[in-house]
């Protein structure tokens, strides 16, 4: 049996290996670029799976509760360009209809921070890898070896959507709730392949099976969620009847480019 020892690596030197070996992490992951710069910092590594998702890697050499808060930066940050990013590697064929992943890698992980990542959006994957540098002697050759970590499954919250009058009612400004019950309204009658489901805390309006924006009642206003045209979703709040006829266009223009997608 080979002796070994487990030894330590520099960021800069792990990220070096795993950029040139990412099927030791997960077979079918390739690297796509490193240390790009966004607002909140640079981005240690984007990869892309087997499944053509994108992946969001934060590296660290030691134990930090905060990775995963600066990891949500840079998942936003690549989230809200997506469109782009697909463009840039297009011989990769990036699913843009389909959230990035997460993926966190370090030596070891604090229990605050694998709690912090059973709340995530149950529709981002979070994956967890704890990494051991091990070296052999005395051949003086090492590998790298890469752990899945579980993330505990979070309790079950039964969810009860309210209707859409109770929605409504919630709204206290009348003008804002007469134009959030125009807006389903009228975006329902701009095609037959609209749908509108419930959610939590309001409506998800859908094309084709593919979210066209968010409808949520806030007191004082109705807050639409949506596509601009760069690509990036954007949240407006609607009280007067020239942000809903802005939001109406941007929708009409979104279902446009749908059909052309």
Not at 184 to 211: A, C, H, N
């Amino acid at each position: 049996m080979l002796e070994y020892t487990r030894a330590e690596l520099a960021e800069r030197e792990l990220e070096d290996r795993i950029r040139r070996h990412p099927h030791l992490i997960e077979p079918g992951l390739q690297y796509l670029e490193h240390q790009r710069q966004t607002s909140s910092g640079r981005l240690d590594v984007l990869f892309v799976d087997s499944n053509q998702t994108l992946v969001v890697a934060e590296l660290k050499v030691i134990e930090d509760s905060y990775m995963l808060i600066q990891a949500l930066d840079y998942f936003d940050f690549v989230a809200d360009k997506i469109e782009g990013f697909a463009r840039l590697h297009a011989n990769h064929q990036i699913e843009v209809e389909r959230y990035p992943r997460l993926m966190l890698i370090a030596p070891s992980f604090t229990p605050v921070m694998i709690n912090r990542c059973r709340w995530l959006n149950p529709d981002i994957q979070v994956s967890l890898f704890v990494y051991q540098y091990i070296k052999f002697q005395p051949q003086e050759e090492d590998t790298l070896v890469f752990i899945p970590q579980e993330i505990a499954v979070r309790p079950i919250i039964l969810k009860q959507t309210a209707d859409l009058s109770k929605l409504l009612d919630y709204i206290e400004d009348e003008t804002s709730r007469t134009l959030a019950k125009c807006f389903l309204d009228e975006v329902k009658k701009l095609s037959s392949e609209i749908t509108i489901d419930p959610i939590q805390w309001g409506k998800s309006v859908k094309f084709r099976g593919s979210v066209l924006c968010h409808w949520e009642p806030r007191q004082a206003f109705i807050r639409i969620s949506t596509l601009n045209d760069h690509g990036e979703w954007n949240a407006t709040k609607i009280s007067t009847d020239e942000k809903y006829k802005e939001i109406v266009d941007q929708v009409k223009r979104n279902i446009e480019w749908y059909k052309k997608g």
